[in-house]
């Protein structure tokens, strides 16, 4: 509930005796609603509440979907919204791949997955965790995996103390009887309404942290998997079903790589918490990793770089070769031209501006990209002032910015650049040979 929400059942928005009297320990009680919404404060603090709003309260206090820590502060759920562009999603989907702990190959396959990382777009990407078929030797089996800072997800039949006494281990067993309520406890089925007797038949027993496991997706349609998990989620977030408020878990079974990403790519869209793969291939996860970062990206907070400049093939060494270039922060234009520039051999000065994360004719158009903003840049920066060739490539599609410029900075020579990143080494070796000599 927002402040406004609050206030009209308080005795300040109903208009009648006690308004304002100060009893909750803020001066109004608008100041107090305010607190309230921010979690800032207890209702319990006004004597003076009505039934009505503590139980619009408590209402809106249920959480959608509990936050579940996999370890190695890889969270998991926490999510409030059934579409990103509603607010944001909070956790991205995780990634398990499953071992067995007899697996001959065990720690070859370990390290592969321990290794494995890609960065994209500023941000670096690793498998979360093993999912571990216990077929005995399991306990020096779970050590390795966690020297490896790899998050596990245990399937047992057999629970033993040992277990309990390791830190973020979740078990997945058909009994929970001698497991600690502390632990996560993975609650299986592969029909829905069976998952959610389940989910409060273990509740109930007094377990507070739980992943949902919607099995046996290989012997049913994309389809009813697809609608399952989008009921399951719609149950959570919009009716706040406590039964499905917690985290929904996936394996993919399948080990055709093509079919494995098409199944994978609609579980993270549609709305698997956590997927285990059985298969692990570097290539496969290059894409799924790139469809997961677009779609848990935060709307409102484009992805973005700092605005300064990047220095690219040593250009402070280089004053009588080096050149400028010059566009946005946002993180992939940013990425795109630097890894071009990067590839070449010509000493690089990349100004990047500071356009609040908008692509080029975005931020042109918000006035976020401006030649006042490029002249205060160019001037600000003394460097600048050493390089034999003052040239500034400014992005193709700012073309129309390049007299004004000219005007503002009359002692640079203005380039009006490429529309593409891919096209900028070809520039480049063109310009070299035209302009600077080299
Ligand atoms: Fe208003 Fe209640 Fe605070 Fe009094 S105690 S000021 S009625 S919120």
């Given at each position: 509930m927002n402040a406004i929400e609050i206030f009209k059942h308080l005795p300040g928005g109903l208009k009648?005796?006690?308004?304002?009297?100060?009893?909750?320990?803020?001066?109004?009680c608008m100041a107090f609603a305010i607190k309230l919404a921010s979690k800032n404060t207890q209702i319990e603090k006004c004597p003076f509440v009505s039934k009505e709003l503590k139980q619009l309260f408590e209402e809106a206090n249920i959480i959608q979907q509990h936050e579940i820590n996999l370890g190695n502060d890889i969270k998991s759920g926490g999510e409030t919204v059934m579409f990103r562009h509603e607010k944001t999603f909070v956790n991205p989907t995780r990634f398990y791949i499953t071992l067995s702990s007899n697996d001959i190959h065990f720690d070859t396959k370990l390290n592969d997955i321990a290794d494995y990382e890609i960065e994209r777009v500023g941000e670096t990407f690793k498998i979360d965790g093993i999912y571990l078929i216990d077929k005995g030797n399991i306990n020096e089996t779970i050590h390795k995996i966690k020297a490896k800072s790899l998050n596990v997800i245990l399937k047992t039949k057999k629970i033993t103390e040992e277990f309990e006494n390791v830190d973020n281990i979740i078990i997945e067993a058909d009994e929970f009887l001698d497991v600690k309520k502390k632990n996560t406890i993975v609650v299986s089925s592969d029909n829905i309404e069976i998952l959610s007797q389940k989910s409060d038949t273990v509740q109930k027993e007094g377990f507070k942290s739980l992943i949902l496991k919607y099995e046996n997706i290989e012997n049913k349609d994309i389809k009813s998997v697809i609608n399952d998990l989008t009921n399951i989620r719609f149950e959570a977030?919009?009716?706040?079903?406590q039964a499905f408020a917690y985290p929904v878990m996936t394996r993919i079974k399948e080990q055709d790589i093509n079919k494995i990403a098409a199944i994978a790519s609609l579980l993270i869209c549609r709305y698997s918490n956590v997927i285990v793969f059985d298969v692990f291939d570097k290539s496969l996860f290059s894409g799924l990793f790139t469809l997961r970062q677009n779609i848990f990206t935060n709307p409102q907070k484009p992805l973005q770089v700092e605005s300064k400049i990047y220095e690219i093939n040593n250009p402070k060494e280089n004053l009588d070769k080096a050149i400028v270039v010059m566009t946005t922060n946002f993180a992939l234009t940013y990425f795109a031209v630097a890894n071009e520039l990067e590839a070449i051999d010509t000493p690089t000065f990349l100004l990047i501006t500071?356009?609040?994360?908008?692509s080029v004719l975005t931020a042109w158009s918000a006035e976020k990209f401006t030649a006042d903003m490029v002249k205060k840049m160019v001037n600000e920066n003394e460097i600048l002032n050493g390089l034999k060739h003052k040239i500034i490539i400014i992005p193709g599609l700012l073309a129309s910015m390049k007299e004004e410029l000219e005007e503002i900075l009359p002692n640079w020579k203005i380039i009006v650049g490429t529309n593409e990143a891919f096209e900028i080494p070809q520039f480049i070796e063109k310009l070299n040979k035209q302009i600077i000599n080299v």
């Open positions: 009648i005796e006690n308004a304002n009297c100060k009893e909750c320990g803020f001066p109004t977030i919009e009716n706040k079903n500071p356009s609040d994360g908008m």
